[in-house]
Nanobody, 116 residues
């Protein structure tokens, strides 16, 4: 199993928070960058943000202040905490593990649906 595995999606009401998890296939501190992306229905996949092997986090401009990316190095898990969810946050959320050239793996995604 080289692909990361997402979990935590579901149906939540607008205004609530949700934590998504991404289980890495290897020691997370050895993975160059792990990313979160999302793809709303009928739209292109977009970057949410990522965390480097050194633990440096960056966010897409549109997501700054709306979510938090973190990790648990003892469990090799990356998290995405979504706050103040809105119906337009409805999307499939994907994890991507970029190890380097030729080793770039995506998860299958987890669906988050926000009801108004």
């Amino acid at each position: 199993q080289v692909h990361p595995v997402e979990s935590g999606g579901g149906l939540v009401q607008a205004g609530q928070s949700l934590r998504l998890s991404c289980a890495a296939s290897e020691t997370i501190t050895t993975i160059n960058v792990m990313f979160w992306y999302r793809q709303p229905p009928g739209k292109e996949r977009e970057l949410v943000g990522g965390i480097t092997s050194d633990g440096i986090v960056n966010y897409a401009r549109s997501m700054k202040g709306r979510c938090t990316i973190s990790r648990d190095t003892s469990e090799n898990l990356m998290y995405l905490d979504l706050n103040g969810l809105k119906p337009e946050d409805t999307a499939v959320y994907y994890c991507r593990a970029f190890h380097g050239a030729g080793r770039d793996y995506w998860g299958k995604g987890t669906l988050v649906t926000i009801s108004s």
